[in-house]
């Protein structure tokens, strides 16, 4: 490893997932952000053994993925990570202070008012055999389509959500993603259009194939957590 490649950041994630769930793994949120921002980084993965051991508890005290390392600094959480990312990126974040604070703010309501509401609805369906899954059905749907709906309404007339793109559009295409299995997005023309226009960016698509090359064997990378 040259001293290049140990002064760049290093993204933390599972070695394997299951075929329902690739593409989904939040890693790919922070590696857009990498992506767009054009930071190099290094990957070190860890299997569902590994991410529960006290060395990588260290780094994520819940045991899931994706981790982030920054030279000393230490940070778990998709939104968190990606946060960091676009504050020091003038393509994820604007320069006024007025419109950063927007830009969090549409942050937080794709993991914190879309992103459950989509989630909730994803495990009833991709686990059928639970119990009343299907009672459970009809309001979950109700719910993601009131908050699809919403979405659609701002998105008329924007190409992203604050007009150009920030580092919002990445957390929120990303939630969008969840309902993949569905035609609820493309039953909004506004969010569709947005949605497209979102995964079809370089980076988007960088990031993606990545990913995608990961789990299908093709790329090898660090495993030791250090």
């Not at 119990?131 to 109700?142: E, F, I, N, Y």
Request: hydrophobic share 50%; with cysteine; charged share 20%.
């Amino acid at each position: 490893m040259t001293n290049d490649d140990a002064a760049r950041p290093v993204l933390i994630t599972l070695k394997w997932v299951p075929e329902f769930a690739r593409g989904l793994v939040r890693d790919l949120r922070v590696r857009w952000a990498l992506e767009e921002a054009a930071i190099p980084y290094r990957v070190e993965l860890v299997d569902a053994d590994e991410k529960m051991l006290p060395a990588y508890r260290a780094l994520q005290p819940f045991g899931q993925v994706p981790a982030y390392r920054d030279g000393a600094l230490r940070l778990f959480e998709s939104g968190a990570i990606v946060h960091h990312i676009a504050a020091a990126s003038p393509v994820l974040m604007p320069a006024d202070a007025a419109a950063r604070s927007r830009t969090l703010s549409w942050m937080f309501a794709a993991l914190n008012s879309v992103e459950p509401a989509l989630l909730a609805l994803a495990d009833v369906d991709l686990s059928a055999a639970a119990a009343g899954a299907s009672l459970r059905r009809p309001a979950l749907l109700a719910q993601a389509q009131t908050r699809l709906a919403d979405l659609n309404r701002v998105l008329e007339g924007r190409a992203y959500l604050l007009g150009g793109f920030t580092a919002a559009d990445i957390l929120m295409a990303s939630v969008l993603n969840i309902v993949r299995h569905t035609p609820l997005v493309a039953a909004y023309p506004h969010l569709h259009a947005y949605h497209q226009r979102c995964r079809a960016r370089p980076a988007a698509r960088k990031a993606h194939a990545d990913q995608m090359a990961l789990y299908e064997g093709a790329w090898r990378g660090e495993t030791e957590i250090r």
